[in-house]
Each structure stands twice: as structure tokens, then as C-alpha cells.
């Protein structure tokens, strides 16, 4: 049975991931990743100072290690689970870490 909603628990897991992440892997880059959540969905996004640009969408599954992902596209302006040609897509491993480090390749 799919999760309807991210409980907070993974909320506030998902936080920390985000946080260690911008501090430990981009604090020299001048941009952070920022999470926000809707439903079973969690969307990263970063930010450089000029606004948040979105990156792409996992769908929780009920485990941490096995998030779903969804590259966002530009080209179509929505999240699209069946992309997978683009730069960084081998560092998608079903963790939120996996997906910033996908994401920062694709958009670097």
C-alpha cells in the first residue's frame, strides 16, 4: 500500500540530511539545497541567492534508503520519473543524499 504522507519523524530526518549536506558539500559552492514536502513527496530544490530553482522530486516509499526519484525538467516544466539521460543520473541511489549529489550534476 503506497504512503499517503511523509510522517514527521522522516520530516525532520530529511532536515538534517539537507543541512549536513549544504554544510558538509556546498557551504563553498554559494548555493543550498531547501526542502519542502507535500504528501508523499518531498521536492529539493537550491538556492544561489536569486530564488529557489527546483531540481527534482522523491516519492518516500517507506524506507529511507529506497526514495523514488523524478529528475525536474526544464524542457517540459515538471517532474519526470522515467528521465534518466542526464549528467549525474549514477549517483541516484534511492537516498536524499544520492539525489542532491544527482541533482548538483544535472544543474551544476
Not at 524506507?63 to 528521465?83: L, V
Request: net charge negative; glycine share 10%; hydrophobic share 35%.
Amino acid at each position: 500500500m503506497p504512503v499517503r504522507s511523509i510522517p514527521s519523524e522522516v520530516k525532520h530526518e530529511v532536515q538534517r540530511i539537507v543541512d549536513s549536506f549544504n554544510k558538509n558539500e556546498l557551504a563553498a559552492c554559494g548555493i543550498a539545497y531547501a526542502a519542502s514536502f507535500r504528501g508523499r513527496y518531498l521536492y529539493l530544490g537550491t538556492d544561489d541567492g536569486g530564488g529557489a530553482q527546483p531540481i527534482c522530486r522523491l516519492e518516500y516509499t517507506g524506507n529511507m534508503k529506497r526514495w523514488e526519484f523524478a529528475i525536474y525538467k526544464y524542457s517540459t516544466d515538471r517532474y519526470d520519473p522515467e528521465e534518466w539521460w542526464f549528467p549525474g543520473a549514477e549517483l541516484v541511489d534511492g537516498t536524499v543524499e544520492g539525489a542532491m549529489r544527482a541533482g548538483i550534476e544535472a544543474y551544476e
